[in-house]
């Protein structure tokens, strides 16, 4: 039976790449297209696929699978022609959901903060094992440069994404609900109980085989019903990390399971949330019958996906990171890291990312930034909303000098922002690009302009 064929509108995303990856590697035909070339088009076209640059209804095969995402819209010349032909039109979920139920040992990493974290060491811990494991995550992973492979059907390892309620498709053996915050509120109109209910969708599918491991220290997670929880946590839990030191080159602490001791973990990441986001995996993993003598030493060698507090490099003997935090939740954990480097001066610069998150957490992100050195605030980037009234950077630094008098905003590009910051980095200066949209230029523009 001839295979089916699959065709990828805006291939070139993170997501979207990985899928195309892994079908590829189980011998699909693959084509796509996007607006950019970009790095990840040429692996998939290394694997064979087909990409054109543009979107054009002659891009799209006669007979085969269009994937989409919540992204692309019905005027897209691609969605048309895909619409008059009769072809099946999937979501990306969908495709991930097919790929999850080829496997023996599904396990999925959800919630708000946190998931490409867990999902990526947990497939980097377990290929370091040599376990085989099959993976779709939403970074790149350390060491083995890669967000998506295939190997075998005995391990799948995902992260899932909530945020455009899809999270309810899946059926995973072993689900981590990291935690769940009001995010996402363009979907979510009533909050965190929007996605609380939506998590409990996904929940009344399982059955009691199917194991949902909860970080017991989340207070929305434990709004949560539907589901005879395993917990993990730093305070009170089944899987409890105790002994808890924080370094600036990482973490080490004990791990105890129902109140005895299983095991040590050393890890090269920063914070006490990537304690927790360690300790996940781990009780994902213990749970999924693997054994933790295999695994454990990796845990040391992780350093991190990209753009999660990603080292950049050193400019006027500044030290350079970049990190997709765009949650006050989230920008508050990695500015907490940074904590740990008690004698350096740190500038967080910030691109809000969205109107509608913006407006709806407007006093939580003002509070994000509190006790921080300096603060610069870039222009917004949009994620194709339309501007809503009142909400501007330039509003946002009038109610942020209340709180951090040494903060400013500076329009323009990221080379232009760039330009106005290089001058004044000097020795101790720790600055760090938060946001999910263009900043991860910031520091690669910084680097431009000392000759690196």
């Given at each position: 039976?001839?295979?089916?064929?699959?065709?990828?509108?805006?291939i070139?995303?993170?997501?979207?790449?990985?899928?195309?990856?892994?079908?590829?590697?189980?011998?699909?035909?693959?084509?796509?297209?996007?607006?950019?070339?970009?790095?990840?088009?040429?692996?998939?076209?290394?694997?064979?696929?087909?990409?054109?640059?543009?979107?054009?209804?002659?891009?799209?095969?006669?007979?085969?699978?269009?994937v989409?995402?919540?992204?692309?819209?019905?005027?897209?010349?691609?969605?048309?022609?895909?619409k008059?032909?009769g072809?099946?039109?999937?979501?990306?979920?969908?495709?991930?959901?097919?790929?999850?139920?080829?496997?023996?040992?599904?396990?999925?990493?959800?919630?708000?903060?946190?998931?490409?974290?867990?999902?990526?060491?947990?497939?980097?811990?377990?290929?370091?094992?040599?376990?085989?494991?099959?993976?779709?995550?939403?970074?790149?992973?350390?060491?083995?440069?890669?967000?998506?492979?295939?190997?075998?059907?005995?391990?799948?390892?995902?992260?899932?994404?909530?945020?455009?309620?899809?999270?309810?498709?899946?059926?995973?053996?072993?689900?981590?609900?990291?935690?769940?915050?009001?995010?996402?509120?363009?979907?979510?109109?009533?909050?965190?109980?929007?996605?609380?209910?939506?998590?409990?969708?996904?929940?009344?599918?399982?059955?009691?085989?199917?194991?949902?491991?909860?970080?017991?220290?989340?207070?929305?997670?434990?709004?949560?019903?539907?589901?005879?929880?395993?917990?993990?946590?730093?305070?009170?839990?089944?899987?409890?990390?105790?002994?808890?030191?924080?370094?600036?080159?990482?973490?080490?602490?004990?791990?105890?399971y129902?109140?005895?001791?299983?095991?040590?973990?050393?890890?090269?990441?920063?914070?006490?949330?990537?304690?927790?986001?360690?300790?996940?995996?781990?009780?994902?993993?213990?749970?999924?019958?693997?054994?933790?003598?295999?695994?454990?030493k990796?845990?040391?060698?992780?350093?991190?996906?990209?753009?999660?507090?990603?080292?950049?490099?050193?400019?006027?003997?500044a030290?350079?990171?970049?990190?997709?935090?765009?949650?006050?939740?989230?920008?508050?954990?990695?500015?907490?890291?940074?904590?740990?480097?008690?004698?350096?001066?740190?500038?967080?610069?910030?691109?809000?990312?969205?109107?509608?998150?913006?407006?709806?957490?407007?006093?939580?992100?003002?509070?994000?930034?509190?006790?921080?050195?300096?603060?610069?605030?870039?222009?917004?980037?949009?994620?194709s909303?339309?501007?809503?009234?009142?909400?501007?950077?330039?509003?946002?630094?009038?109610?942020?000098?209340?709180?951090?008098?040494?903060?400013?905003?500076?329009?323009?590009?990221?080379?232009?922002?760039?330009?106005?910051?290089?001058?004044?980095?000097?020795?101790?200066?720790?600055?760090?690009?938060?946001?999910?949209?263009?900043?991860?230029e910031?520091?690669?523009?910084?680097?431009?302009?000392?000759?690196?």
């Amino acid at each position: 039976m001839e295979k089916e064929k699959y065709h990828f509108i805006a291939i070139g995303g993170i997501g979207m790449s990985g899928l195309a990856k892994y079908l590829l590697q189980e011998g699909y035909e693959v084509s796509g297209s996007d607006i950019n070339d970009s790095k990840y088009i040429d692996e998939i076209r290394n694997l064979g696929a087909k990409v054109y640059i543009g979107h054009d209804e002659s891009n799209v095969p006669e007979n085969c699978i269009v994937v989409a995402s919540s992204a692309i819209k019905d005027s897209n010349p691609e969605i048309q022609k895909a619409k008059r032909l009769g072809l099946p039109i999937l979501h990306r979920s969908d495709i991930l959901k097919t790929l999850s139920e080829r496997s023996k040992c599904f396990i999925g990493y959800a919630g708000t903060h946190g998931k490409t974290t867990t999902s990526g060491l947990s497939a980097y811990v377990m290929e370091k094992a040599n376990l085989e494991p099959s993976y779709v995550v939403g970074g790149i992973i350390p060491e083995i440069h890669t967000n998506a492979n295939y190997k075998s059907d005995k391990y799948f390892i995902a992260e899932l994404d909530e945020s455009d309620g899809t999270v309810v498709k899946y059926n995973p053996k072993i689900l981590v609900i990291n935690n769940l915050e009001a995010d996402h509120l363009d979907y979510y109109k009533n909050g965190l109980d929007s996605l609380v209910e939506t998590f409990e969708q996904l929940l009344a599918k399982l059955n009691d085989n199917q194991k949902v491991l909860i970080n017991n220290d989340s207070e929305g997670n434990l709004k949560l019903k539907g589901h005879n929880f395993i917990t993990f946590g730093l305070n009170e839990a089944d899987y409890l990390a105790k002994n808890i030191e924080l370094t600036p080159t990482g973490s080490s602490f004990d791990i105890y399971y129902k109140g005895e001791f299983l095991t040590s973990l050393k890890i090269k990441l920063l914070g006490k949330h990537n304690v927790s986001n360690a300790l996940g995996v781990f009780a994902s993993l213990h749970q999924a019958g693997i054994d933790i003598e295999k695994v454990v030493k990796h845990f040391a060698t992780f350093t991190g996906m990209g753009r999660r507090f990603q080292l950049i490099g050193e400019v006027n003997d500044a030290v350079i990171y970049d990190d997709y935090a765009h949650h006050p939740t989230e920008i508050k954990a990695t500015l907490s890291a940074l904590t740990e480097f008690p004698d350096k001066n740190v500038i967080a610069v910030f691109q809000p990312h969205r109107y509608t998150r913006l407006k709806s957490l407007w006093n939580d992100f003002i509070n994000a930034f509190e006790n921080v050195p300096r603060v610069i605030v870039t222009d917004i980037y949009s994620a194709s909303e339309d501007p809503l009234e009142g909400i501007s950077s330039e509003n946002f630094i009038k109610d942020l000098k209340k709180h951090c008098q040494n903060s400013e905003y500076i329009s323009g590009s990221m080379q232009e922002i760039a330009e106005k910051i290089y001058p004044q980095l000097k020795k101790n200066d720790i600055l760090v690009g938060l946001g999910a949209g263009t900043i991860t230029e910031l520091g690669k523009e910084l680097l431009k302009l000392a000759g690196k």
